[in-house]
Structure formats: structure tokens, C-alpha cells
């Protein structure tokens, strides 16, 4: 299997591919929802000193291809990967927890030193740490070959959120009973779309995990539950807080670059201004990167550097006048100085592919470019997507399923009498944070946001340059769970005098 | 679709299949969970006297045949039955609720008006009353004909409870959307398999149904929650409560047939003294027989006429000596006098062949003869269990998935701080009660059984020979749903002033 621990160039690999697979095609840009990890890109010193924990041990689960249907094919399995790691575990009589963290739309090899939730508080829970593997990524693929399993709709069909929460169940019991481990506590965690699945485990599986930390779980952007334009009001927010002028600058370059685009060699203009290192073949495939750069420097706005910030230092700070030579500053600022920008790799990564199908299906997240924003309008066209997708896989995705089988739809009216024991985290910076849960559901299903966090950062590994504010929060979810495993142990003790 | 009220006639070939169901096939004795309607068999008069509701009207509903894939041939769709009743409603700005009877494994029609709860009910409630077929029974068959869909596992794989309640999910949403009643509360209401259905599907989609009465739901009889021979128990309980003279004539009865059997021209011996319409075949064939009149008088042991007080009254009166005539004049004193007795029609009936399907496929209960009964010893085998499926199919059950899925294991430690609003009722008597909840598990997931109720009386029609402790029952489960009522309302009056 090699290391678990992935190289930093890794990781930039991985994100600039996710970088260029929001801005391709027209308007196919949904998976914005990109793996936690990506954050990491602009600290790769602070990145590679995170601390890493040891003894990982791997294992592969013979996992069913399909729960739901007894066909002959539905039997078939394939090896789904998980690891353990036992050295802070206190054991199977103890009071100790079993964290599990729910893999995502990517291979899991980078969420072993990435998870920080997990190895900063397995010490002090005395925690078994387990991570299972998302079927369809890493080495979790069935038919064989990735080739194989995604050649078409016929293979790709068992690639979905029910499929993947009921192997999570499967992983999760058969370890609990290797270990005679029945009576732990489990609490799942995910983070993004895989924050969506810690939270819908719980209400799916309560006989499974006792409780389930969703990090920036955008859980209600899903059958316009939350409007359309929330994601890119929020990005506007945040620079428009970050600097008004900077706002205003990039409001108004988009216009400029229709214009100069327009003209004979516009392009050829514009690909030289900012060093792309492939020549631009259309405006809107330039657009599509800065507005990669815009909403990723949004999302992922994280202490020390809040990229947000940065963007803005170099576009305020510019000396030049125009100011498409101020959005360029801006550029150098968040990227750095590189001898060309916007490299336009090969949508192959795993994310790319394996989110392009789940946004097919079933994660269809409505998200498009409002009024009043510092983008151009750009509304989200269903009719435009299903035709897209149809293009891509021949099938067209169930739009409404999500909230079909999750809920979603006037959700406090529904869990404050149902449910329990789920933490939603929002960082309110983060755009997806429109679509998470902001408000406590009961008295165990909270909400705990911070108004200057980002994407995923609280189940991200601890740094001493952590502000107040986010050491704060992550104690406040360690005192919650605590809370849980309290009422847990005293319940299955009033349970075993029965 | 012709008429809805279904002549008794029809009901005792129904039940009469059921009766040979059981006993055909070395203990592949499970479906033994038949439909409630099974037990009107017993009184066509006052059967037929049940008050039937006018109004009813059947829809079809387009339904995706496989919900949680999305493979092409998932996108299949087949035409399922429902049927609306409007006659008391409300309407949709009231605070009318929609009941939502489940159907289960048989065809819908005598649901109509075998389900008394539903229409005895809806004048006070104001309710609609919507009554769903389950999939791959009645007219509500994927691939066109009842003889494509049950050819092989290939066409039969859609067929089973996870995709039934999604099944059931659609379709109310559709009727919600149609009335513009979203807001309106709906109640799932099932009994026996569908008992279970209605409270897996409070579990499962809260977002859709704000509570579910689940009458004699052995949703514990899987997975060893439940011992094994706890259903027989109950059975020899019933008779020996009834009479101990009986419980013994009948316990000793087994070895008398098995030495009649042996000897030369024994079979025919037993046919004659039973007047068995076919010749006997062998001496297990024969006691099936009587060991499904046995557990059909003891599960639907209900008032006014109390089959096993009947059978033990025909056994115990018997004016001969020897044990094999005083049982058969329990057999007449139970089906009445008849030419011939067990007719041994062929296993053709809808739920006969679709209800062999599901214990095969996962709905595993392995039910066996346990010591000390009135019975011979005959454990459950889960090998033979699993290599009769496999001949049947080709495929294997899986026998843990209900818990899986649904739970089970502990469900009072899961369940106290997790859901609400569901009934668990039974009648003690009930053989299957064995396998029901029948503590409360929390304040709104709430057991009320009967010490002298059986298989779903309950829900059945309400009838001027109910004794006190039935009324009363069937008050307190009124009582409780509108507790729930009550709390929706008001959650939803301050929801609507936020």
C-alpha cells in the first residue's frame, strides 16, 4: 500500500486538479465541494509538521456491491480498505470511544495525517481511530480496475450515498465484533460531502454510531432548500469584508476581460498578461479560473494566512493602474510566484471523475451565480445540467433524491422531536455554510459555527497559530460528545441491571 | 379493477393457501407471518357486516424500480396501486391528517375494508385515508406480468423492504404535493410484516411520516434478537392456558400419528380418520396440518369465538377415548364440518409465492420448536434453511440485514434518546408478540399490548362484540396520536412565526 503519508506535491496535484475540474465545462460547477485537504495547499510548511501519527495498521473488508437488491450481480464484492490505528485505544472494557471518519469524494490515504479530530483527540479519549474508504476511490473499487468500474451508468450505478453509508455500517459492525468491542460508542466524522454523510449515518444507522460530527456539512443545498445564489453571495461577502476596493476591483474585471477577449489577439492578450501556462481558448475558460481562485481562497479563508486576505493584499496592494494587472497581482499573491499560472492538467483525478458521477446522480447542489454579487450573474440551469449529464453517462440524475431519502425540507420542524447527538460545524466564511445547519435542531443536534472559520477547519489538525476562537470551538465539540458518552455509559448501565 | 369488497370466499382460498404454505417444504415454515385478514376467516358473518367505507379511489402511481442504483435498467419504472379515500377529509388547511395505511405482502384489496383502524377512525380525525400495494403483489408488478417478475432472482431482486418503504416515501410526497397538504401530519399505519414497514418507516423517513402504529410487528424476530422458539412457546402458552387436559391430548398426539404412520397402510389409516382430501403422502405432511391449525388458532385467537378455545373445546368434549379422534374432532370444531379436510391446493397464491421470496431473500426469521411445548422439538436450521433458498433461487438469504438495516439488537439503549412517535402494539396472545417491542422505549415510542389480544386485532374493524380491554386500547393508541398531533401543531405554529 506505501506510506500513508502523502507528500505535499501530492496534495497540490490533487487540488489544482480539483481546481481545474470546477472550471470546466459550461457551468458544471458543482463539485465545488472539493476534499477537505485542499486547504493544505497554501501552508505546506505548517502541512508537513503536522503531527503524524503512527501505527495505521490497513485492512480490505469484503464489501457487498449492492445492499438493496438481491440479483444474482447485486452478490458480487469487492475489497474495500480501512485502516485502524490502536495506539491511543484503551480497549473494548473501557469507557473509550471508537472515532470512525467516514471517507470522501477522494482516496483516504491523505486523511490519515489530514483528520486532525481524530489524532489530537484520540489521546485523551483513549480512542480507537478507524478510517474507512469511499467505494469507487483509493483502493476501494469494484469490478476490478478502475477502468472497469467506471466505464459506464452500468457499473458506475452502485457509486452512490446509500450504497456508501450502508458499507459504512457493515465496516463499522464487523470491527466492533472482531474486537468484542459491541458496547463502545462510536462517533462518525466527516467533513464536506463527507460531513453530509457523518450526519445522515446517525439518522440513517442509530444502532450504529451513537453520534456523528458533520463538518461543513452542506446538507440543505439540495432541492432549493437554500437558494441558488447563497454560495457566491457568501464568497462576495467575504472579500467585500476583506476589502472594499479589492470587492470592487474584481467586480469590475469581468467586464474588462469580455472586452479585451472580444478584440483581434484578445486572448493571446490576455494569456500573456497572466502567464497561463496553456494559451486561453475561450473568456469564460479564464473566468472559470479566477472564479476557482475567488471561491477556493473563500472557502478554504483560514488563519494564519486567510487567503481571502492575501488575494486582496495583492490586488490592493498593486502598483499598476488597470485592473486586470491588479486581478494579476492578485493572482501572484494567492499562488505565489510561479513562472506560469493556471496549469490545465487533465480532468483525470480520481475526484474529478469519481464527484463528476455523483453530481450526475444524485448530489445535484444547485448552485449558481445571483444578483448583487462581485460575479456575473450566472444562474443555475437544471434543464441545462440533466442535458450535460445525459451527455456524459446517458442517464439523467434524480434531483430530488437526496431530500427524498435524507430530508432536508423544514428540517428543525422535523428533528427537534427526532434524532439526536449530531454536531453540525460551520465556519460561516465558508460558502457552503449557506447550506449547512446554523441553528441547534433539539438539545443534541447543535449547531456550532464561528463567524471567521472556513471549509472543515475545526476537524483539521491543530496548529499553535490557531486563534481563540477556533481552539474554542473544537473544545466545545469535545465537551458535547463528552456529554453523549456520559448519558451513553449511563444508560447501558441502568440497561445491563435490567 | 372491479370491486373492492372482496367476498369471503375469496378471503377462505386465501387463507386456506396460506394454511398449506406453511406446512409444505421440511420447516421452510417461516411464512407463518400471514395477513391479518387471514383471521376473518372465522366469522363470515360478522365479516361481512364490517362497515365498508364508500368513496375509494384508485390511482397508479409511475415508481422507479430501483431506487438506490443508477444503472439504466434502475431507471425502470412499473405502475403502482393506490387508493384515496376523501370521504371525511378535511382538506388540506385543517388539521386533518392523512393515514397512510402500508400494504404488505398480499394484494391490497381486502385492505379496503379489513382495516378498521383506517375507517373507523377517519370520520373523527377528519382524515384522508390512502391505502399503498406493496410492490410485486397485486397489481402493482414490475415487468409488465406477475410471471416475468417472479422468474428468477434476476427480476425478483427489486423485491424486498428497503425499496418498498422508498416506494412508499414517493408516493406520499406525490399525494402531499398533489393535495397542497405538506404540511398536513401523516400517520403510517401497518400490521404484521407491514407493522413492521410502518415502524421501520417512521425510522427511516421522520421527513415523511410524523408518526406510525405498528400492530404486531415482530420487528425483533431476526438475527437471534428473539430465541428461536419463542413463537411455539406462545402457541402451547395459549392452549395450555385454555385447557391443560387439551395442551396434553395434543402434546401427546405427535407420537400417536408417528406410530400410526410407520405402520403398513398407516398413511392411509390417518387420511380416512381425518377425512383428508388427498391421500396423506407422508406423516410430516399431516402434521404440518395441524400445527398450522394449531399456531393460526393460537395467532388469531381472537374474540368473540377464540379459535383455540374452540379447538380445545372440540378436543376436550370429544366423546371418544383415543387421542387421534379427539383431535380430529378439534379440527372440525375449528374449520366446521366439512366433506373433506387440509385440502391441499397448490402454492400458487400471490403471497405464498411472493412471501417465499422475502424470507428467502432477508426477511430471515428463524422461527423453530424449542423443548417443553405441546410440539415436537424442531429447531431452525439456518444451513437447510439457507440450501432450500438456494434451490428455490439460486441465491442466498442474508440473513443480516434486517438488523443491519433497521436494528434491533439493544433497542431500548438506542432507541431511548433516538426517534419518536411510534406505537408498537400487540396482542399477547399472538404467537409474534414474542418478537414485538413490548416495553416503551422511550416517551413517544410506546408499547401497548393486550394480555388477551392477538394478531393485529387492533387494526382490525371495530365490532359490537369487543370486550372493554380491546376498546381501551384502541383508545389509548387514539390518545396518543393525537398527543403527537397536538405537538406538531404547535411546533408548526411557532415554526411559521419564525
Redesign the interface.
Known amino acids: 500500500m506505501g506510506s500513508p503519508i502523502v507528500s505535499s506535491q501530492w496534495f497540490q496535484f490533487i487540488v489544482i486538479v480539483l481546481s481545474v475540474s470546477v472550471g470546466s465545462a459550461a457551468r458544471f460547477d458543482i463539485p465545488r465541494l472539493s476534499p477537505i485537504r485542499g486547504t493544505i495547499l497554501k501552508d505546506p510548511k505548517i502541512r508537513s509538521s503536522a503531527p503524524v501519527s503512527k501505527g495505521f495498521q490497513t485492512f480490505y473488508y469484503t464489501q457487498t456491491l449492492?445492499?438493496?437488491?438481491?440479483?444474482?450481480e447485486?452478490?458480487a464484492t469487492f475489497q474495500q480498505r480501512y485502516v485502524l490505528n490502536f495506539k491511543h485505544w484503551g480497549g473494548a472494557n473501557t469507557t473509550a470511544p471508537i472515532f470512525v471518519y467516514l471517507g470522501a469524494e477522494s482516496p483516504m490515504d491523505g486523511d490519515l495525517s489530514g483528520i486532525g479530530f481524530l489524532h489530537d483527540n484520540a489521546a485523551p479519549f483513549k480512542a480507537l481511530c478507524v478510517y474507512i474508504e469511499h467505494r469507487y476511490y483509493g483502493k476501494s473499487i469494484p469490478f476490478r480496475s478502475r477502468k472497469e468500474a467506471f466505464k459506464n451508468?452500468?457499473t458506475?450505478?452502485?457509486?452512490?450515498s446509500?450504497?456508501a453509508i450502508?458499507d459504512y455500517?457493515?465496516i463499522i459492525?464487523h470491527i466492533k465484533k472482531k474486537l468484542h468491542a459491541m458496547s463502545s460508542p462510536v462517533i462518525v466524522i466527516g467533513g464536506s460531502y463527507g460531513g453530509m454523510l457523518a450526519s445522515w449515518f446517525r439518522l440513517?444507522?442509530?444502532?450504529?454510531a451513537l453520534g456523528a460530527l458533520a463538518s461543513s456539512a452542506p446538507i440543505l443545498y439540495f432541492n432549493n432548500i437554500t437558494p441558488s445564489g447563497a454560495y457566491y453571495s457568501i464568497v462576495s461577502k467575504d472579500f467585500r469584508e476583506a476589502s472594499e476596493t479589492c470587492y470592487q476591483t474584481i467586480r469590475k474585471s469581468w467586464s474588462e476581460i469580455d472586452k479585451i477577449a472580444s478584440k483581434h489577439h484578445g486572448l493571446s492578450t490576455l494569456s500573456k498578461k497572466f502567464k497561463t501556462c496553456q494559451p486561453l481558448t475561450s473568456s469564460s475558460e479564464f473566468k472559470n479560473y479566477l472564479d476557482t481562485m475567488y471561491t477556493g481562497a473563500a472557502q478554504y479563508d483560514r488563519p494564519p494566512s486567510y487567503p481571502v486576505n492575501e488575494v486582496c493584499r495583492g490586488i490592493d496592494g498593486s502598483k499598476k493602474q488597470d485592473i486586470l494587472s491588479k486581478i494579476f497581482d492578485g493572482v501572484v499573491a494567492y499562488y505565489g510566484s510561479q513562472p506560469c499560472y493556471f496549469n490545465q492538467l487533465t480532468d483525470d483525478s480520481e475526484t474529478y471523475q469519481g464527484w463528476r458521477w455523483q453530481t450526475c446522480?444524485?448530489m445535484v447542489m444547485p448552485i449558481g451565480v445571483g444578483e448583487n454579487t462581485m460575479f456575473q450573474p450566472d444562474p443555475f440551469d437544471l434543464d441545462s445540467f440533466i442535458k450535460t449529464c445525459k451527455g456524459y453517462y446517458?442517464?439523467?440524475p434524480?434531483p430530488h433524491?437526496i431530500?427524498?431519502?435524507y430530508?432536508?425540507?423544514?428540517?428543525?420542524?422535523?428533528?427537534?422531536?427526532?434524532?439526536?447527538?449530531i454536531i453540525f460545524s460551520n465556519g460561516l466564511r465558508d460558502p457552503y455554510s449557506s447550506g449547512g445547519v446554523l441553528e441547534n435542531l433539539s438539545d443534541?443536534i447543535l449547531a456550532v459555527s464561528t463567524v471567521k472559520g472556513s471549509h472543515c477547519l475545526d476537524i483539521q489538525p491543530k496548529r499553535e497559530t490557531d486563534p481563540e476562537w477556533l481552539v474554542e470551538q473544537r473544545k466545545m465539540v469535545v465537551k458535547i460528545i463528552k456529554g453523549w458518552m456520559a448519558?451513553y455509559y449511563a444508560?447501558?448501565k441502568a440497561?445491563k441491571l435490567q
Do not use: C
Open positions: 449492492d445492499h438493496f437488491n438481491y440479483k444474482p447485486s452478490y451508468a452500468r458506475l450505478g452502485y457509486f452512490n446509500a450504497q450502508a455500517a457493515d459492525m440513517k444507522y442509530p444502532h450504529v446522480s444524485e446517458g442517464i439523467p434524480r433524491w431530500t427524498s431519502y430530508g432536508g425540507q423544514d428540517i428543525k420542524l422535523i428533528l427537534q422531536r427526532f434524532g439526536s447527538n443534541s448519558k444508560d447501558l440497561f
